[in-house]
């Protein structure tokens, strides 16, 4: 049952990332790349990995891609968003992505991971908030400090020249 | 039982889709999306392999800082395409050559 549910989520993720790539429509792939977004999340539940599945829910598909719709909307007249965006030619594109794939899996099948014990399914949320406020204190507060000047900075060059 | 293979297979492919992406659309936005893909299939290769080493949670740490990383990516890359659009009235990466020497 399991491992069902898990090829169901794992086609969802693979399908929905190809119609990102492949669409000529550029609203069918912003609205596909949420079905990526929360078939990743599916996996990662998958993985035991409840913070990040929900971080992954609310960053991506509730931030992330609803400036990506903006974007799309503010900069594509509704009447041409059917154009097509490729420059390169497709069956070039192709050839190389799964020259790329078999590498890449060649790689994974004849490697002997290391892998020890499994973790245990158990909430990794306090764990998670002990290790930030702990011994990653630092980075946290390195990222803290790039958010506030990404934040900063997409207001300065998003606002229009004073003349 | 899920093997540590068939993740790493899935992370592989969305990277694979991601790059394609990346390389060949011309709108700035779908490249947007495919630099996206990239960092997914990065983040599920993080937690794929702290799951099955046990133990401590780097992996899902280091998943955090690239969700953060990701935001803020997004939130300064659509800041600069809209100000490109304002003034070029284009989006496409092609027609953005002015700093070619």
């Known amino acids: 049952m399991k491992e069902l549910l898990f090829v169901f989520f794992a086609v969802i993720t693979v399908v929905s990332a190809g119609i990102v790539s492949f669409s000529r429509n550029l609203i069918y792939s912003v609205f596909s790349l949420m079905a ?8 990662y539940v998958f993985l035991a990995a409840d913070f990040i599945a929900l971080a992954q829910i609310m960053v991506y598909v509730g931030g992330i ?5 903006f974007g799309v909307m503010l900069t594509q007249k509704i009447s ?4 097509t965006h490729l420059s390169v030619n497709r069956v ?3 050839f190389l ?3 790329l794939l078999g590498g890449l899996g060649y790689t994974i099948f004849n490697t002997s991971w290391f892998t020890g014990e499994m973790r245990a399914a158990e909430p990794t949320v306090k764990a998670i908030g002990n290790l930030l406020m702990g011994k990653y204190l630092l980075a946290f507060e390195v990222a803290s400090v790039l958010l506030l000047g990404a934040l900063i900075g997409a207001a300065t060059i998003a606002r229009k020249e004073e003349q | 039982m899920i093997s540590l293979e068939s993740y790493l297979l899935v992370s592989s492919v969305l990277f694979v889709l991601g790059v394609i992406s990346i390389i060949s659309r011309r ?3 779908a490249v947007l999306m495919g630099v996206e893909l990239v960092l997914n299939a990065a983040n599920i290769n993080l937690v794929a ?3 099955y080493n046990g133990g401590a949670l780097s992996g899902h740490i280091f998943t955090i800082f690239v969700i953060v990383l990701a935001a803020a990516e997004a939130a300064v890359a659509l800041a600069i395409i809209l100000n490109l659009y304002y003034r070029r009235a284009s989006v496409n990466v092609d027609d953005i050559n002015s700093l070619q020497g």
């Open chain 1, 36 to 43: 990526t977004f929360i078939g990743v999340a599916a996996l």
């Open chain 1, 65 to 69: 891609l609803v400036l990506l719709i």
């Open chain 1, 80 to 83: 041409t968003v059917t154009i």
């Open chain 1, 92 to 94: 070039w594109i192709v």
């Open chain 1, 97 to 99: 992505g799964l020259l």
């Open chain 2, 27 to 29: 709108h700035a936005i």
């Open chain 2, 49 to 51: 392999f702290n799951h």
